[in-house]
Every structure is written in structure tokens, then in C-alpha cells.
């Protein structure tokens, strides 16, 4: 049974800093592209950043968040710097095949975590 378990996530002021972390279980995770999306009410789930072998951004974090796996522990990570108020949003972690921008080739995802950025 796969599972990915996030931890992180929470209230912070604009201008600030948030880690995010997900730990997997039950897959062979270094085989697995990992991913972060983000949705916002009333919007679509949408791309934030992946890695397979090096990472990919949204235009909208890039140069702010960087995603980050350890193999040996099975974790994925996603520092958040710069936090802006429209970074509020649950944040998903997600493994899939492919190195995709995609969700729909995402197999697997985690339980959501809530990131809230105060003006």
C-alpha cells in the first residue's frame, strides 16, 4: 500500500519561510518523479515544482521555492522562501511515472497540508 505522508506547512508572514516534507512508503520511490501542487478555493489544482533528476518550476515560484529529494530516506521537500500572500493554498505532494507539469499522471497522492501567507 503506498502512501505519502506530508508534514509542514502552516502561517507564516509575507516575506517568509516554510518547509514542506512528504515521506513515502510501499513504492520504489527513487524510480518515481515527485511532485508539489497547490490549490487554492475556487481554483484548479495546479503545478508548483518536480524532480526526477533535477527540478522543474511554475513560473510563479521559481527563483523562491526549491524542491529537493532524499533517496534514502524516501522524502521529497519544498522550501519556501519568499512567501507571497497568493502562495496561500493546500499544498499536495504526489509521485507519478513521468516528469510532468500534468496531475492527471500523478499516481499517488498525499493528505494536503494548508500554507497561509498573511499580508
Known amino acids: 500500500q503506498v502512501q505519502l505522508v506530508q508534514s509542514g506547512g502552516g502561517l507564516v508572514q509575507a516575506g517568509g519561510s516554510l518547509r514542506l516534507s512528504c515521506v513515502s512508503s510501499g513504492l520504489t520511490f527513487n524510480s518515481y518523479t515527485m511532485a508539489w501542487f497547490r490549490q487554492s478555493p475556487g481554483n484548479e489544482r495546479e503545478f508548483v515544482a518536480s524532480i526526477r533528476w533535477s527540478g522543474d518550476y511554475a513560473d510563479s515560484v521559481k527563483g523562491r521555492f526549491t524542491i529537493s529529494r532524499d533517496n534514502a530516506k524516501n522524502t521529497v521537500y519544498l522550501q519556501m522562501n519568499s512567501l507571497k500572500p497568493e502562495d496561500t493554498a493546500d499544498y499536495y505532494c504526489?509521485?507519478?511515472?513521468?516528469?510532468?507539469?500534468?496531475?492527471?499522471?500523478?499516481?499517488?497522492w498525499g493528505q494536503g497540508t494548508q500554507v497561509t501567507v498573511s499580508s
Open positions: 504526489a509521485a507519478g511515472p513521468f516528469a510532468m507539469r500534468d496531475r492527471k499522471v500523478y499516481n499517488y
